[in-house]
């Protein structure tokens, strides 16, 4: 016995059965998309916030505006990092900070003769042979530097 199916029932057969299967696919890369969009968009926003905070750094302000940011991208070992290399650097600046303080106080008890002899010997101990200190009045040019302003040792 043999059958015969007319051809046009084997197109409408084979459409009801790939249909699902392409819709599937199709929706699937529609999810995927949206996906991909939502993770770039905060990927992009952790990224302007570390910009923002580089941005502050370079102009001199040490202090994050939101320190507990979470960084829910692939961004927050950056951050972190981020975070503590702010901190490392205001470590630093408060040591050169009170080094610069305490300078200050020792010097301001020293007399000025005192400084310069002490900083001529200094040179004098590293292998120059003479040292010489001019101490010029800002008020007045170089050229009228009168001898009495000169102190020199070695």
Not at 95 to 119: A, C, F, H, M, Y
Not at 141 to 151: F, L
């Amino acid at each position: 016995m043999i059958t015969s199916i007319p051809n046009h029932l084997i197109q409408l057969q084979a459409v009801q059965e790939v249909t699902p299967l392409i819709l599937a696919g199709f929706a699937l890369i529609v999810l995927e998309a949206g996906i991909a969009v939502l993770m770039f968009g905060q990927l992009s926003k952790d990224a302007e916030q570390l910009a923002e905070e580089a941005a502050k750094i370079t102009l001199g302000d040490l202090s994050l505006s939101d320190p507990d940011y979470h960084f829910s991208s692939g961004l927050k070992p950056l951050a972190e990092k981020f975070t503590e290399m702010t901190s490392s650097v205001k470590t630093r600046l408060q040591s050169q900070s009170d080094l610069l303080n305490v300078s200050e106080r020792i010097t301001g008890q020293l007399k000025l003769k005192d400084s310069l002899q002490v900083i001529l010997v200094a040179a004098l101990e590293h292998g120059i042979s003479s040292a010489r200190i001019v101490l010029l009045n800002e008020a007045q040019p170089s050229s009228q530097v009168s001898p009495d302003q000169k102190i020199w040792y070695g």
